[in-house]
């Protein structure tokens, strides 16, 4: 599975579930074939076009961007960390940490 789809999929899940849409609900508000569909993108497993995005995006109250942006944070996320052993992860973490505290001072 896309890491970058699920990451899209867990976005528009959190902002159905906020809007308090059931899948149904969502597919038909924003034209999608069913509940299936929905599910699907939820999941990371399915796609959609980008002619359905705005549709989407209007359906959840947002914008198309901040649906995008799903993409965006994932690739900020995952390439820092990506190849790095569990212990630098841990002292990336740690010297994140340091410089939060840092930003008080």
């Given at each position: 599975?896309?890491?970058?789809l699920?990451?899209?999929?867990n ?14 609900d ?9 509940r ?26 947002t914008?198309?961007?901040?649906l ?8 900020e996320?995952s ?13 990336l ?10 930003q008080?001072?």
């Amino acid at each position: 599975m896309d890491d970058k789809l699920k990451n899209f999929g867990n976005l528009v899940k959190s902002l159905r579930e906020a809007e308090g849409l059931s899948q149904e609900d969502l597919a038909i508000k924003a034209g999608f074939a069913g509940r299936a569909s929905i599910s699907a993108i939820e999941k990371g497993k399915n796609n959609i076009s980008i002619e359905k995005l705005p549709k989407l995006a209007y359906a959840l109250h947002t914008t198309p961007g901040k649906l995008m942006d799903a993409f965006a944070e994932y690739e900020e996320t995952s390439s820092l960390t990506d190849g790095l052993t569990a212990e630098n992860k841990a002292r990336l973490q740690s010297y994140a940490d340091y410089l939060r505290s840092m930003q008080g001072d």
